[in-house]
C-alpha cells in the first residue's frame, strides 16, 4: 500500500515537471516569434487557460482590497466633514451669542452703534491744501458711491475725520487736527482690561503733534501709550476706533484738572487712501 502511494508521488510529480518543462518550451519559443505548431498553440492556450483560473480569484482579491482601502478612505473623509459641520455649527452659536452680547453691551452703555454696522467705502486723496494740510483734504467718492456727510473717515491706523461736504463723485474731510474742531469728540481710555476712563477730546497741538483730551476724572490711574478710542457716544463715531496712545499727563498749578496729551496713531503728514464708515448703506 505504501508503494503504490510512493509511485503516485513519482507519477504526480513527473507530470509537474513535464508541464513545466512544456511551459518553459513553449515561452522560450514565443519569444522567438516563430509561429506556433497546433501542439505549442494547444499549450499556449492550456496555459492561459490555466493562468486565468489561477488570476481570477487573485485579482478579485485585489479588486476587494483596493475596494475596502477606498472605503475606508471615504468614511475617514466623511468623518472630517462631519467634524468640520459641527465646528461651523458650534461657530455660528458664538457668532449669534456675540451679536446678542454685542446688543445688550450697546444697550447697557447707550452706545448708538458699532463698528459691524457699518459698510466699508474705500477711496483715494485727490486734493490736500497746503496751506489747510491739518484742517481737511479731498477724496474721490461721492454721494454716488453712497457716501454721505458725517460719515466718519479712517484708515488701518485709525481715526482720520469725517465727511462735511459731498459732491457726485467727491466728498471733502475735515481732519481730525483742525482748527476748526466745532465738535468735542468722546474718548475713552483703557486702564486695564475692559475697565475705562471717559473724556473728551478738545483739539490738536500742532507744534507737539499731540491730541488734547479734557474731563478725566483720575488722571491718576492713567498711564503713558495707555489705548485712546473712540466711545460711540455719538452720532458720528462708533465706538471702538483707535485714536492714539497717552504721550503725557498735565496738571494744573492746583492740581485740580489734567489735559491729556496723546499722540496719533495715525501719520497725518502721509495719507493716500482713506476708509468712509457708512452706516446707512448697511441698513
Known sequence: MKQ???????IIFLIIVLLLTLLGVTAHNINKEKDLNFFEKALTDTTTFIEKIFNTPIEYIKKKVKETKETKKMYKEYDKLKKQVEKTELYYSQIKELQKEVTDLKSTLELNSTLSEYTYINATVVNRNIGYWYNSLKID?????????????????????????????????????????????????????????????????????????????????????DIVTTTGLTDYFPSGILIGKVSKVVKDEYDLNSIIEVKPTVNFENISIVTILNREASE
Open 141 to 225: 467718492k461721492g454721494s454716488k458711491n453712497g457716501v454721505k456727510k458725517g460719515d466718519a473717515v479712517i484708515n488701518p491706523d485709525g481715526l482720520i475725520g469725517k465727511i462735511t461736504n459731498v459732491s457726485n463723485f467727491s466728498s471733502s474731510v475735515k481732519l481730525l487736527t483742525t482748527d476748526e474742531l466745532s465738535n468735542k469728540i468722546s474718548v475713552k481710555i483703557e486702564i486695564d482690561d475692559n475697565e475705562y476712563l471717559y473724556g473728551l477730546l478738545i483739539g490738536y497741538d500742532k507744534e507737539k503733534k499731540v491730541y488734547k483730551i479734557e474731563g478725566i476724572t483720575d488722571s491718576n490711574s492713567v498711564d503713558l501709550d
Open 4 to 10: 503504490k502511494n510512493k509511485n503516485k508521488k513519482y
